[in-house]
């Protein structure tokens, strides 16, 4: 559990900000719930057999003898308010989202807290495939008004109960050949949910499951038709996408349309975005027979990009040259060619004093010089600077006035 302060409270607050702006060009409004539910909320929604309700929600019974939790996820507090307080509007379509810490006993690491943050967006009263694209492009958006570049959308479809069915026979036929091969986890997901076996990240798991079903391959006509019609309005919307049949989500809600932000940067815990359809959710917590689609955004892990993508920005920020020495004589040198860099119009800095090559190059780092000329006794004796490109990392040694060429075509 984190405290969030200095610096990077800014840009939780410019991830809060933009979510405000963009959800709400898209007509969606905000919903605040509670942090504590009762506990049978979560068992139900999320599914007795998932790993976050059989290992890692905060349970007690609170003074008065009621079984409580701390949310670890906002779709199922969402739909108890939407039921509740019968937020179906009169066209029959809502749109809600959220913001706020969840609760997961998870082990720590990387990109994994216990108290998380999550933006969640929810539509519900509709089931099609245009919904879906739309919580889907605004979301698309919403990452891009971020600054955050280098992701990818993985999506795949999971099919309607009735398909899942007889998909999930084949699966557990296939998986019990192969039971022998899988880890320990694995043997338990196999009886309670094989499903989930398809998503381990165990190397061996993933190499016995190679020719495992793809529940793709075991669609209706009409539940093809649906993500055919995804997939075209994604694409005239500018959405770049993968379609990756082995995402199976950790919850037990979803059908249809599932989905996945992931990023290279985050390391393990890839995804910074998780969501898809829920069609039964709203009747089975007992409502009328609604469907919904909606995702939940983490935000440790958005910040996380957004400040990498910062980083890079920074890296790239200055066109110019940043001059390192490592002594008084290479300073007297530095500071004249510190001049006839400015005098060439050319963004040029340097230190006041000589300080260690690694401060010096920091302090190039944080202003986000494109190049940074080093100079030594070797490059004063022969008449030279060594210049660095700090995009590529290439080094050689060039004159001063061939330096002011390269910056200037820089
Ligand atoms: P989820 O995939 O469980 O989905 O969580 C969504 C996102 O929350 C994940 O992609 C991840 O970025 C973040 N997250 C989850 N657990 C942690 C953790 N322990 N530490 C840091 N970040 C975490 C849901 O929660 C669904 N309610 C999303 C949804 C909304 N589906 C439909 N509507």
């Known amino acids: 559990m984190n405290d969030i302060f200095a610096e990077e409270v800014t840009y939780w607050q410019r991830l809060e900000a933009t979510a405000h702006a963009i959800f709400s060009r898209y007509n969606f409004h905000e919903i605040r719930t509670p942090i504590l539910e ?30 409580v939790t701390m949310r670890p996820e906002g779709t199922a507090s969402v739909v108890r308010s939407y039921i509740e307080h019968n937020l179906a509007a009169a066209d029959g379509i809502t749109k809600l989202y959220y913001l706020g810490p969840m609760f997961r006993y998870e082990r720590p690491q990387k990109g994994r807290l216990r108290q998380f943050h999550q933006i969640g967006v929810e539509l519900l009263g509709v089931d ?69 076996v398809l998503d381990c990240k165990n190397e061996t798991c993933r190499h016995h499951l190679k020719t495992a079903p793809l529940i793709l391959d075991n669609i209706s006509d009409a539940t ?39 990023s290279d940067k985050l390391g393990s815990q890839s995804a910074f975005v998780g969501g898809g359809r829920y069609n039964s959710l709203v009747k089975e917590l007992g409502g009328e027979d609604t469907p919904g689609i909606g995702f939940g955004m983490g935000c440790e892990r ?30 007297r040198v530095g500071r004249d060619v510190l001049q006839k860099c400015r005098d060439e119009n050319l963004t040029a800095d340097m230190d006041f004093t000589v300080k260690s090559l690694k401060s010096q190059m920091r302090r190039a780092g944080k202003f986000g010089f494109s190049h940074v000329a080093i100079i030594g006794d ?24 061939e330096m002011i060429v390269t910056l200037k075509t820089a």
């Open 224 to 262: 093809r038709a649906e993500f055919e019609t995804l997939k075209t309005c994604l694409k005239s919307a500018g959405v770049e996408f993968t379609v990756n049949p082995k995402i199976v989500r950790g919850l037990d809600y979803y059908e249809k349309t599932s989905f996945e932000f992931v």
């Open 378 to 401: 070797d490059e004063i004796k022969n008449n030279v600077v060594a210049l660095k490109d700090m995009a590529s990392g290439e080094q050689k040694k060039v004159s001063v006035a």
């Open 128 to 196: 099609s495939p245009h919904a879906d694209a739309e919580v889907i492009i605004m979301l698309d958006r919403f990452v891009r008004a971020l600054g955050i570049s280098d992701y990818k959308l993985e999506i795949n479809t999971l099919g309607v109960s009735g398909e899942r069915k007889a998909y999930l026979d084949k699966l557990t036929t296939f998986l019990t050949g192969i039971a022998a091969n899988l880890c320990a986890e694995c043997q338990v997901r196999l009886t309670k949910n094989p499903m989930r």
């Open 38 to 67: 009762e506990t049978g909320l979560f068992s139900r929604a999320v599914g007795e057999t998932t790993q976050v309700v059989q290992k890692e929600m905060y349970s007690f019974l609170d003074r008065g003898g009621d079984a």
């Open 302 to 331: 958005t910040v996380m990009l957004m400040q990498e993508a910062d980083k890079e920005k920074k890296a790239a920020a200055v066109k110019g040259v940043y001059i390192c020495v490592f002594d008084e004589n290479g300073f």
